[in-house]
């Protein structure tokens, strides 16, 4: 579903000076994001990487249209983020920790209702639902309604959900969380497919074998601040480290204080 605003050649997203600022009863004003930059391309897996609470899920909820940045902007597939959230939500697929199911809906009726509200023509969805029936394995229960699915059933429809219409830019907000390693290994295969059709994926992880398999780029994150961003050679060579996990470790430590004392 390559759309006009959005060429191969050109940035799936694009985001500058991203800011998202929160008050808290408590601590008061809480700096979630702070100035991040961020650029995705089309036929790119990109995986964003950082501590909890380093501003990962924040960030990818404002690429998506979903919050309101507090400072910068972000254009999604040739669309500004800030200017029509709408827009965004129709060219990409979303999908989160907070990502709802309506309960009383089957796996199938949940696909058909987010296609119809995608425009997608009744024979074209009833075979895409069919083709993500397959693709996910929701054969078993496709047919049953979402309240008594089990947390990696309903994982898999809400990723289905997501894809239904097919969309240019995925975001992926820890999106093998709750599955099965069948499930888990399924999913890999579907993000790689992705990136074999031209389309861009940004998805977060805490799974670090799955960042080391998938990404073409990866920009690590530590208190709302892009601490580095590369292949994985390219952060290999920045920090002298081997694996990814120590990788990640050396950037955050170098942006943590220092906790020596001054002379």
Known sequence: MQSPESPTASLAIEAQGLIKTFHDPERGEVR?????????????????????????????????????????????????????????????????????????????????????????????????IEELVETFQLQEFADGRCEG????????????RAVVHDPDVLILDEPTTGLDIMAASDMIDFIEARRSAGRCVLFSTHILSEAER??????????????????????????GAEWLGDVFKVLVRRAEPDPTPAA
């Open 32 to 128: 979630a994001v702070r100035g991040l930059d961020l650029e995705c391309r089309y036929g790119e897996i990109f995986g964003l990487l950082g501590p909890n609470g380093a501003g990962k899920t924040t960030t990818l909820r404002m690429l998506a249209g979903i919050l309101v940045p507090s400072g910068g902007h972000a254009h999604i597939a040739g669309i500004d983020a800030t200017a029509d959230p709408m827009g965004v939500r129709q060219r990409i697929g979303f999908l989160s920790g907070s990502t709802g199911l309506y309960p009383r809906l089957t796996a199938r009726e949940t696909l058909r209702y987010f296609g119809e509200l995608h425009g997608i023509p009744k024979p074209a969805l009833e075979a895409r």
């Open 214 to 239: 998938l990404c073409d780029r990866i920009g690590v994150v530590h208190h709302g601040r892009t601490l580095a961003v590369g292949t994985l050679a390219e952060l290999r060579a920045e920090t």
């Open 149 to 160: 699915l089990s947390t990696g059933q309903r994982q898999r429809v809400s990723i289905a």
